[in-house]
Nanobody, 121 residues
Framework: QVQLVESGGGLVQAGGSLRLSCAAS????????MGWYRQAPGKEREWVASITSGGSTHYEDSVQGRFTISRDVAKNTVYLQMNTLKAEDTAVYYC???????????????WGQGTQVTVSS
């Protein structure tokens, strides 16, 4: 199972930018999908963006055009560049690895500990 460590969160004014990083304990090259999720106070955790092993990216509608997910395979790191931040983007952001585990013949999800993003209006 891969260990994930997020960093880069903080306090930013509305309209500002932040870049989150997710460092994996092993190669991300073969991980089926790496993604970012977020959870605001009192709300369910929601999917934000993902990148597949083939490099395809997908975004939740509210962040499309503002957020960019990318990866550096050599550094085993996935990034989330967040621009034009809004107050409603305030949440704890979690990194996720969704990978097929041949030993148990099913997909396994690994999560980081989360990083807080606070956007002041």
């Amino acid at each position: 199972q891969v260990q994930l460590v997020e960093s880069g969160g903080g306090l930013v004014q509305a309209g500002g930018s932040l870049r989150l990083s997710c460092a994996a304990s092993k190669s991300i090259f073969s991980i089926n999908t790496m993604g970012w999720y977020r959870q605001a106070p009192g709300k369910e955790r929601e999917w934000v963006a993902s990148i597949t092993s083939g490099g395809s990216t997908h975004y939740e509608d509210s962040v499309q055009g503002r957020f960019t997910i990318s990866r550096d395979v050599a550094k085993n790191t996935v990034y989330l560049q967040m621009n034009t931040l809004k107050a409603e983007d305030t949440a704890v952001y979690y990194c996720n690895a969704h990978q097929y585990d041949f030993q148990i013949a099913t997909y396994r999800d690994s999560w980081g500990q989360g990083t807080q993003v606070t956007v002041s209006s």
